[in-house]
Nanobody
């Protein structure tokens, strides 16, 4: 499968912000949905945010009001804007897209560590 090139994250102080991105050529113009997942040290993979083709969004209760999923079709890039970060947000974050043909695309994962 084609993998997204994922970037962003790193070490962020509590209350700080960062933006994750995933890029792949010619994918984001024809999606069923796109999503961000995360996996912490004590947890399995968790759905954080999802955006459908029609623009309907879902957010986990723990991140509502702090994280925003979006895409820029012209740049073939999807984003997760992360604000007011908490230590509990520390995890490896993965982007995921399913296009209209059912093809899956995954990012390689990027570490976000929220700590002072």
């Amino acid at each position: 499968q084609v993998q997204f090139v994922e970037s962003g994250g790193g070490l962020v102080q509590p209350g700080g912000s960062t933006r994750l991105s995933c890029a792949a050529t010619g994918v984001l113009s024809n999606i069923r949905y796109m999503a961000w997942y995360r996996q912490g040290v004590e947890n399995g993979r968790e759905l954080v945010a999802r955006l459908t083709r029609d623009g309907k969004s879902y957010y986990a209760a723990s991140v509502q009001g702090r994280l925003t999923i979006s895409r820029d079709i012209a740049k073939d890039t999807m984003y997760l804007q992360m604000n007011y970060l908490k230590p509990e947000d520390t995890a490896v974050y993965y982007c995921h897209v399913v296009n209209v043909n059912g093809t899956n695309y995954w990012g390689q994962g990027t570490q976000v560590t929220v700590s002072s």
